[in-house]
């Protein structure tokens, strides 16, 4: 896939070394046991602002598995932009849905998916559990961290 320009922005797709985006990925995620898990798998996208690593998205196979747009960037397109381009890819690759999943308790990333098209398809419960890598009392804005909510999208 050749970058992509879209209201200022750059996405690529990121071939240096992945540590080098653990920071990005910790955005997305709490549990380090997970983060090391899928941190070298898939193809990462990255937007760039001016050089600037702006935020990043992770497909493996058919979901998207890691999203994150860095604070002083949030708000302008770039989340929907960087997922838009993972569905490009998907479809290209033949893939005919793509899944993700979020947090039950985190309603701003529920809304966002929805807005990009996604619709719910499962709940996965007590998914964020000590068992699977999370510190147990986890909260999303005073709501306990429990339970996984699976969407997807056809592409």
Known sequence: MVGVVLIGLRIEPYAGPREDLRRSFELAEDSREQLDAHLGVGTVLVARVGGELAGHVQLVGDEITNVAVAADHRRRGIGRALVEAALALARADGCSAVRVATAAADVDNLRFY???????????????????????????????????????IDV
Do not use: H, K
Not at 127 to 133: K, L
Not at 139 to 144: K, L, M, N, R
């Open 114 to 152: 929805q807005r990009v098209g996604f619709r719910m398809r499962s709940i996965e419960r007590d998914a964020f559990t000590p068992a699977t890598g999370y510190a147990p009392g986890l909260e999303v804005e005073g709501i306990p961290l429990r339970d996984r909510v699976w969407l997807d």
